[in-house]
């Protein structure tokens, strides 16, 4: 019975790293998408005329 409390110890312990390191690249900006915005123009015009043929 100890083993499962050592267990449950442990893996608490692994996710609140996990989560800790999730939160710290968060907020450094591991996530931004620095991609996207800079080709979003281009995409958006192609947008406009595929709602304009289906009209």
Partial sequence: MSVIYLLLSISIIVAIAFFIAFIVSTKR???????????????DDELVKEKKETN
Avoid: E, K, N
Wanted: charged share 20%.
């Fill in 29 to 43: 900006g591991q996530y931004d998408d620095m991609y996207t915005p800079s080709v979003r123009m281009l995409f």
